[in-house]
């Protein structure tokens, strides 16, 4: 099994900037990648930004230019670094690690998620 922690929520003004952390412990190997997605009330969850292990990243076109995603492998930890935030990208940020098992098989593993608020 996989936990994952995030941190770094919260309530920022429009224009300002958060960072999430999302930590990985326990069975911790063949990991295809960690990422971000995000959900809304009453809208369904999308792709914010994901890193796989070869280090190829994709965003959603929403937030290109403004989001970073980073990977520090060595404490099996994902960064999202938001800056320019808008109201817009107010939603619950939940972690995401997808692992490779035999045969071709994969396993999601999420976070409890966490509420990014932008005020106007």
């Known amino acids: 099994q996989v936990q994952l922690v995030e941190s770094g929520g919260g309530l920022v003004q429009a224009g300002g900037s958060l960072r999430l952390s999302c930590a990985a412990s326990?069975?911790?190997?063949?990991?295809?990648?960690m990422g971000w997605y995000r959900q809304d009330p009453g809208k369904q969850r999308e792709l914010v930004a994901s890193?796989?292990?070869?280090?190829?990243?994709n965003y959603a076109n929403s937030v290109k230019g403004r989001f970073t995603i980073s990977r520090d492998n060595a404490k099996n930890t994902v960064y999202l670094q938001m800056n320019s935030l808008k109201p817009e990208d107010t939603a619950i940020y939940s972690c995401?690690?997808?692992?490779?098992?035999?045969?071709?098989?994969?396993?999601?593993?999420w976070g409890q998620g966490t509420q990014v608020t932008v005020s106007s």
């Open positions: 995401n690690l997808v692992q490779t098992l035999p045969l071709g098989a994969r396993r999601d593993y």
């Open positions: 326990g069975s911790i190997f063949s990991i295809n990648s």
């Open positions: 890193k796989s292990s070869s280090g190829s990243t």
